[in-house]
C-alpha cells in the first residue's frame, strides 16, 4: 500500500496549479506475458518499480524476443476538465516503446503501435513512432478522481527494450493541438507537393491553410494558394502545390482556426535535383581497377550508363577470364599474383565509349575502393527476406544503380533459424528458400551477395550468432558464394563483460578468430567489423585483416544523428583509412526507410541529404543504399547517380578527407584525388541559410567545378547561398 500511495502522488504531483495534465514517469514491472495483467484487481504489490522514460536494458531487464507489462497506477482529478476548452477527448501521450506496445485502460485496450507475433499482421517494429491513444471523457472507462491502472505490453525483439523517451502524460487537448500537416513531396515527372492537414481527434475545426513557396536563393515567392479547410477525424484535407524542381525552394504551410485564431505551421524545403542526366551513349562510370586475390573467383560488372542494348568486348581480354557481352560482366580466375591491364569497349546504337582496366591479383589486394552497394536494414530490419534482396538487385540493374558501381547485395539481421543443424552448422529460416541459389542468382548479374553474423550467442535481433561456430560458418559462407561479412558486435557483449582484462586485445579477439576462418576460403569475402568504434577500432582493424569497421554508432534518419557521426566523430581518422580498409561511419539514409514492413520517407531534408552524400563521399565511406530502391524516386536517383561525386568516393587514391577549416557554422573538408585535383566540401551546419563567397576558400584563378551541377563555376558565380544544414561540393585544379 505504501509504493501505490507513492506511486500515485508522482502522478498528482504532475498536476500543478493551472496546468491542463498529469505526468507520470514511474510504473511497476513483470517479465513475461499474461494478458490478466491488464485487468485492474489484478495485484502487482510484488512488481518491481522502474522508470518508464528508460529503456528496461538500463535498469537491469534483458528481454529479447519476448515480452514486459508496466502497470500504472494514477489518480485522474476531474478539474482537468475544468478550463479545457473541450471536455470529449482525453489524451494518454505514452512514452515511445521498443519494438511494439498495447496499452489497456482499467482493463480496456485504447491503444497499440507496432506488431505483436500474435496480432493480426504479425510482428513489426514501430520503436521511434509517437503513442498518442485518445479516449472519450465520459464513456472511455475513465475513473475520475478515482485510481486508475494503465497496463502497458510490451514486445521487444532485439536490445534495447522498454518503454523509454518521455513520461506518461494526460491532458485534454483543444482542437487545433490534433491537427498536424503532414507534406509528400513528389518529384517524378511534374514536381509538387501535397499537403495534408489531419485531425487526430473527434473536435471540430474550420479554418484557412495558407501555403506558399519561395525561391531561397532571392527570396522570391514563386507559388502557393489559400483555401479554407474543415478536417475531420479519419478525413484529412488535403491540396496540391506545383513547384520547379531545378530550383532550391521552401514550402510554408500555416492553418488558422477560424473560431480560437489559433494557428499551425510547417516549412519544408522542397526536394530539387542539380545532377545533370546522363548521356545516351555509353559512358563508363567507375573506377579503372578492381582487385582480387589469387585462386578466388572474379565477380565484376562493369558500370557504364547509357542506353540499352550494349555490347562489351575486349581485343585484349587476359587468359582466364571471360566478358560477357550483354551486360559487361567479368568473371573467371587468375591464380598468380599480377597486375593486368586491358581495354574495354561498350558500345550501343548512340555511339560507344572506352576504359583502360587494370585488375590486381594480389594478397591484399580487395577493397581498393569503398564498396557500393545495398544493405537490408534501414528499410526491411528482421523482416527481410530472399523475396525481397532478389526485387531490390532487379530495382538495382532496372533503375540504373548497378551502373554507376553499386554492386553489392547485403541480408542483414534477421535471416538465421531458431536453431543450427544437427551438424552445428548454421540453418537459415523459412524466409529464405535457398542462400546457394540466391548468391547464384546475384553473381550470375554481375552483382555480389554479403550477408551477417555476430562473434555472440546472439545477434542484435535476436537471431543465432556464430560464437564456437566460427569455422563452419565460413564454410557455408562460402558454400553460398558470400563476398561480404558484417560481423556485428551484438551478444558478444555479454561474453566480453566475463573478460577480466577488457583492453584493446579483449576487442581483437572475437574478429581475428572470425578473419582466420575467412582467409581459409578459396573466395574473397569483405570483412566489415561493426563494433560501434569501441576501443578505437581504427587503430587495429587493418590488422585484423578487416576490409572496413564501423567507427560509430547506429546511423538513423534525423539531423542530429548524421551530423553527430558524419561531422563530429570523423574528425582525425582520414590517417587510417586507404584501399583495402576504410573508416565506415553507416549507411546512407536517403530514400524510403523505416527498419520495418512500413516504409516512409527518410526525415532528412533535400538539403540534409545533398550534406549526407557529399561528406560520405569525402569520406571515402561504404556506399551501401540503406532504403528500398524499388520505390526510389528520381531526387535519390539524382542523389546516388551522380558519375562525378562518385568519382570522388572510388577515387584510386584513396585518401579520406579531413577537416581543413571551421567558420563559425561553416565547415570545410578536403581530400586529395589522384589526378592532382582536390575535392572540397563547404557545409553550413547552422540553423541559417548562408551568403558565402567561394573565393574565401579557394582561388578563383583555379578551375572550379560544381561537382552535383557537373559545371566550371564562373566568376559570378562564385557568390552564393548554402542554405541550412547544406553544401557547395566543389573540385579544384
Known amino acids: 500500500m505504501k509504493k501505490l500511495f507513492l506511486v500515485a502522488l508522482v502522478a498528482l504531483m504532475g498536476l500543478q496549479a493551472g496546468a491542463q495534465n498529469v505526468s507520470v514517469s514511474k510504473a511497476r514491472f513483470q517479465k513475461g506475458d499474461d494478458k490478466s495483467w491488464a485487468k485492474p484487481e489484478m495485484n502487482d504489490v510484488s512488481w518491481e518499480e522502474i522508470d518508464i522514460t528508460k529503456n528496461w536494458d538500463k535498469q537491469g531487464y534483458v528481454i ?38 498495447e496499452c489497456y485502460l482499467n482493463g480496456k485496450l485504447i491503444g497499440h503501435t507496432g506488431g505483436m507475433p500474435d496480432s493480426k499482421g504479425g510482428y513489426h517494429s514501430a520503436w521511434s513512432a509517437p503513442r498518442r491513444y485518445a479516449v472519450d471523457a465520459k464513456k472511455g472507462g475513465i475513473l475520475w478522481d478515482k485510481d486508475n491502472v494503465i497496463a502497458v505490453r510490451v514486445y521487444n525483439s532485439g536490445e534495447p527494450g522498454g518503454l523509454f523517451d518521455n513520461p506518461l502524460n494526460i491532458s485534454l487537448p483543444n482542437a487545433i493541438e ?26 471540430t475545426t474550420n479554418g484557412t491553410l495558407v501555403v506558399t513557396v519561395t525561391d531561397r536563393e532571392t527570396g522570391a515567392k514563386i507559388g502557393g494558394l489559400t483555401k ?9 484535407a488535403r491540396v496540391s502545390v506545383p513547384y520547379d524542381k531545378k530550383k532550391s525552394c521552401m514550402l510554408t504551410a500555416t492553418y488558422t482556426d477560424a473560431k480560437s485564431g489559433k494557428t499551425i505551421n510547417r516549412k519544408l524545403p522542397l526536394k530539387y535535383i542539380l545532377t545533370p542526366a546522363a548521356p545516351s551513349s555509353p559512358r563508363f562510370n567507375g573506377a579503372p581497377l578492381f582487385g582480387v586475390r589469387p585462386n578466388s573467383p572474379v565477380i565484376y560488372r562493369f558500370p557504364v550508363s547509357g542506353e540499352r542494348p550494349m555490347k562489351f568486348t575486349c581485343a585484349n581480354l587476359p587468359a582466364g577470364l571471360n566478358l560477357s557481352e550483354s551486360d559487361g560482366v567479368l568473371s573467371g580466375k587468375i591464380d598468380h599474383s599480377c597486375e593486368l591491364t586491358f581495354t574495354v569497349t561498350a558500345e550501343n546504337a548512340k555511339g560507344k565509349a572506352q576504359q583502360d582496366f587494370t585488375l590486381k591479383v594480389g594478397d591484399r589486394m580487395i577493397a581498393l575502393t569503398p564498396p ?57 529460416n523459412e524466409k529464405f528458400p535457398s542462400m546457394k541459389a540466391l548468391g547464384d542468382w546475384l553473381h550470375a548479374r554481375g552483382l555480389k551477395f554479403g550477408i551477417y553474423s555476430s562473434p555472440g550467442d546472439y545477434t542484435c535481433g535476436g537471431y543465432l550468432g556464430s560464437i564456437d561456430h566460427e569455422q563452419q560458418d565460413a564454410e557455408s559462407y562460402n558454400s553460398w558464394g558470400v563476398d561480404y561479412l558484417k560481423y556485428d558486435w551484438c551478444g558478444y557483449g555479454r561474453e566480453h563483460a566475463k573478460e577480466r582484462d577488457k583492453g584493446v586485445a579483449s576487442y581483437v579477439r572475437p574478429y581475428l578468430l572470425m578473419q582466420k576462418y575467412l582467409r581459409e576460403q578459396p573466395r574473397d569475402i569483405f570483412y566489415s567489423l561493426c563494433q560501434y568504434g569501441m576501443a578505437k577500432v581504427w587503430e587495429w582493424g587493418t590488422f585484423v585483416d578487416a576490409n572496413s ?16 557521426i558524419g561531422f563530429r566523430q570523423q574528425v582525425g581518422l582520414a590517417p587510417y583509412a586507404g584501399p583495402g580498409h576504410w573508416n565506415d561511419p553507416d549507411m546512407l539514409i536517403v530514400g524510403k526507410v523505416g527498419w520495418s514492413s512500413n516504409l516512409r520517407d527518410s526525415r532528412l531534408t533535400p538539403d540534409e541529404q545533398y550534406t549526407h552524400i557529399t561528406l560520405w563521399t569525402l569520406l571515402a565511406s561504404n556506399m551501401l543504399i540503406g532504403c528500398d530502391i524499388a520505390q526510389m524516386d528520381d531526387f ?40 592532382g585535383s582536390q575535392a572540397i566540401g563547404i557545409f553550413n551546419v547552422g540553423n541559417e541559410d548562408k551568403k558565402i563567397d567561394l573565393k574565401k576558400y579557394v582561388s578563383p584563378n583555379l578551375t572550379i567545378r560544381d561537382l552535383w551541377r557537373q559545371k566550371n563555376l564562373s566568376e559570378g558565380e562564385l557568390n552564393c547561398t548554402i542554405p541550412t544544414h547544406g553544401c557547395k561540393y566543389i573540385k579544384v585544379k
Open 549 to 564: 569497421w564501423r567507427t560509430t554508432g547506429d546511423i538513423n534518419d534525423s539531423w542530429r544523428s548524421m551530423f553527430d
Open 372 to 428: 557500393m552497394g545495398w544493405n537490408s536494414w534501414n528499410c526491411w530490419a528482421l523482416s527481410v527476406s530472399q523475396e525481397k534482396v532478389m526485387s531490390s538487385a532487379q530495382a538495382l540493374i532496372d533503375k540504373g544503380l548497378a551502373d554507376y558501381g553499386y554492386c553489392y547485395m547485403n541480408i542483414d539481421d534477421g535471416w538465421e533459424a531458431e536453431e543450427r543443424n544437427p551438424d552445428g552448422t548454421i540453418a537459415v
Open 636 to 675: 535519390t536517383l539524382n542523389l546516388l547517380c551522380n558519375n562525378e561525386v562518385n568519382a570522388v568516393n572510388q577515387d584510386v587514391l584513396g585518401k579520406q578527407a579531413d577537416r581543413i577549416s571551421k567558420d563559425g557554422d561553416i565547415e570545410v573538408w578536403a581530400r586529395p584525388l589522384s589526378d
Open 178 to 203: 490534433g491537427l498536424s500537416l503532414h507534406f509528400t513531396d513528389v518529384n517524378d515527372g511534374q514536381a509538387h507537393c501535397d499537403v495534408e492537414l489531419s485531425n487526430a481527434y473527434p473536435l
Open 228 to 236: 479554407k479547410l474543415s478536417p475531420k477525424q479519419g478525413k484529412p
Open 64 to 101: 529479447n524476443n519476448g515480452y514486459g507489462w508496466y502497470r500504472i497506477h494514477v489518480n485522474i482529478p476531474s478539474s482537468l476538465l475544468k478550463g479545457a476548452d473541450q471536455q470529449k477527448v482525453v489524451i494518454f501521450n505514452l512514452p515511445k516503446a521498443d519494438d511494439a506496445d
